[in-house]
């Protein structure tokens, strides 16, 4: 059952701009802190930004600055505004999120390609 739900990737020439959003499904609760993570192909997954419930942002240093995460706690929502957008961002942007209960969720991903 899909728990995470991105939305938002495309297609974007350089210098442009996409907003992500990831909401979470009717029958989860207690979302703690929520991220974005991304994935090239033939690359690991890494850590974009995680936000917390009190709104206090994290971000990876390619992020800073052209990126910014934000989040709705009432309506289980997390998003992240890309400015700038650069082809080396070209990737699949997945949705992570812990809960206050120990359980931990992933979103199906969303393909955000960059051209030049």
């Known amino acids: 059952q899909v728990q995470l739900v991105e939305s938002g990737g495309g297609l974007v020439q350089a210098g442009g701009s996409l907003r992500l959003s990831c909401v979470g499904s009717e029958n989860i609760y207690g979302l703690d802190t929520m991220a974005w993570y991304r994935q090239a192909p033939g690359q690991q997954r890494d850590l974009v930004a995680s936000?917390?419930?009190?709104?206090?942002?994290t971000y990876a240093e390619f992020a800073k600055g052209r990126f910014t995460i934000s989040r709705d706690n009432a309506k289980k929502t997390v998003y992240l505004q890309m400015n700038n957008l650069q082809p080396e961002d070209t990737a699949v942007y997945y949705c992570?999120?812990?809960?206050?209960?120990?359980?931990?969720?992933w979103g199906q991903g969303t393909q955000v390609t960059v051209s030049s």
């Open positions: 936000i917390s419930r009190s709104d206090s942002a």
């Open positions: 992570n999120s812990d809960s206050i209960f120990g359980q931990n969720y």
